[in-house]
Structure formats: structure tokens, C-alpha cells
């Protein structure tokens, strides 16, 4: 008898099959064919390849932000892939951090609100003044370095520092899964740099990360890189982190 509970535990991730398809006019436009692949807890994987090899597309159907044409997306074990609209945002509010290279944060919302809209949304009341949220929120921008920027506007902070509030957002829900699609695109290299190390030392702290780029500098950062290209996984290789 074995008892090693990695075999009986699902991987967080298990994608089989899954594909994608766009009409535009009379065209269909192949955006993801037949993917698959596994992602266990804890590993820091890379989605690499050019401009248009599906990367985004992959992303948003591993975000629950879309629905597959074809295929079964499994997270921890339970099919989420076709799931209406109400139920992905439970699922992505439960399980998902997401980081985009555009920060997507709220200009008009302080550095410490912008961290804490997770958590009211989780709750469904939003309610301005809960204690035990600010604390939370507090303490995701401790961890990525920013606690003495809690009152700044997003407009008051370098791109770098943004990026790093966006991170804190999508920690604050202890999230099982963080997704960053091109994090690194708006900042100078040694910016981007010290988000790669600030996204390295989560995962080395346990988080799972799904970081997607055209850039192989950015991807050899990640432990599996994943090569796309015309919607398929074409190559797996090795980067620099452990898992
Ligand atoms: P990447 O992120 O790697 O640049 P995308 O996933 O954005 O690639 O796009 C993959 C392919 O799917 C491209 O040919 C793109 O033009 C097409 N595509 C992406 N989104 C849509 C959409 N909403 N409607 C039609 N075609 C799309
Ligand atoms: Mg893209």
C-alpha cells in the first residue's frame, strides 16, 4: 500500500485537449489546438512564444475568464471549464491572483483600497471600513515591500511599485494559483528584474505561478518553460527556479 498522498492529490492544474477557436467574418482563427498539460502545486511554470501562438488565449481559459471551444480544464480536480458566467467569477475569486502588464489598478482608489477590492468582493457587501481587511491588506503590501505607500494613489507610484500593489492584490486572497500575463511589459529591465526576483521568492515561498511572455530572458526565471507556438505546446524546457 502507498501512501503518498501526491498520488492520490489531482494536480492544481490538468488541461486536456483544450482548444480554442475564434470566428472573424468567414475565418476561423485557431487560437488554441488540442493543449495539454499538468501543473502541480508549488511549480513556477513560464507560457513562452511570439506574438499570436495562443499565450493570452491560454491565459484567460486558465483565468476563468472564458469558456473552451473543445477540451476539459480541471482545477484541483473539479471541471471548470464550462461553467457559466457567475460560477467562474466565484472560481476566480476563490482560487486565482491575476497580474497584468498594464497594472489594472483603480486610479482613483488608494494603494491599500486597490489591495483590499478582492476581499470585498469575496464577502459580496462591499464595506469600507472592515478592520480585519485592512489588515489583510496591509500585510500583502508588506510582503511585496510597499508598506510605507499604503495612502498613495496609484498615479503617485513608479511603474515598478504599481506592478508590485497589483502583486499584494492578487496575494491577499491566499489564491491556490497566480497568473501574470506579461508583467514585466511595461517596466525597464532593471524594474522588471526585481519583479521577477519579488515573484521568484513567492514561489520559492510556495506559491504556484503561471507567468506568460514572448521574452526568453523572463521565461528562463520561471522552473518549466512551456514553448507555444500557432496554439500548440510545442517544447518543454527547464529555466532557473527549482520547481
Ligand atoms: P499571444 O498572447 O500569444 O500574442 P493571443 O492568444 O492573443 O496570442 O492570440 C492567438 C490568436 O488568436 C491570434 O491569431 C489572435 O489574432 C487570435 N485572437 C485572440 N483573441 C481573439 C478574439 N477575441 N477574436 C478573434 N481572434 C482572436
Ligand atoms: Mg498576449
Do not use: W
Not at 498539460?37 to 491560454?58: D, E, N, Y
Not at 483603480?106 to 464577502?123: A, C, F, G
Not at 478592520?131 to 495612502?151: F, P, Y
Not at 497568473?179 to 526576483?197: F, M, Q, R, V, Y
Amino acid at each position: 500500500m502507498n501512501n503518498n498522498p501526491e498520488l492520490i492529490t489531482p494536480p492544481l492544474i490538468q488541461v486536456k485537449s483544450l482548444s480554442k477557436q475564434y470566428q472573424m467574418g468567414n475565418d476561423i482563427v485557431h487560437a488554441l489546438r488540442a493543449v495539454s498539460f499538468a501543473v502541480t502545486s508549488g511549480q513556477f511554470i513560464a507560457l513562452m512564444g511570439p506574438s499570436g501562438s495562443g499565450k493570452s488565449t491560454l491565459m484567460h481559459q486558465l483565468g476563468c475568464l472564458d469558456t473552451p471551444t473543445n477540451g476539459r480544464y480541471l482545477l484541483n480536480g473539479r471541471d471548470v471549464g464550462q461553467l457559466s458566467r457567475r460560477a467562474r467569477a466565484t472560481v476566480r475569486n476563490q482560487n486565482l491572483g491575476f497580474v497584468f502588464q498594464s497594472f489594472n489598478l483603480l486610479p482613483r482608489l488608494s494603494t491599500l483600497e486597490n489591495v483590499m477590492l478582492p476581499l470585498l468582493y469575496s464577502k459580496g457587501t462591499p464595506s469600507k471600513n472592515s478592520a480585519s481587511e485592512k489588515e489583510m491588506a496591509q500585510a500583502a503590501l508588506e510582503h511585496v515591500g510597499l508598506a510605507e505607500r499604503v495612502q498613495h494613489k496609484p498615479t503617485e507610484l513608479s511603474g515598478g511599485q504599481r506592478q508590485r500593489v497589483a502583486i499584494a492584490r492578487a496575494l491577499v486572497t491566499d489564491p491556490a494559483l497566480i497568473l501574470a500575463d506579461e508583467p514585466t511589459g511595461n517596466l525597464d529591465s532593471h524594474t522588471g528584474n526585481e519583479i521577477l526576483a519579488l515573484l521568484t521568492t513567492l514561489n520559492q515561498n510556495g506559491r504556484t505561478i503561471i507567468l506568460v511572455t514572448h521574452d526568453a530572458q523572463v521565461a528562463k526565471r520561471a522552473g518549466t518553460i512551456l514553448h507555444m507556438q500557432d496554439g500548440e505546446i510545442v517544447r518543454q524546457s527547464h529555466g532557473e527556479a527549482s520547481s
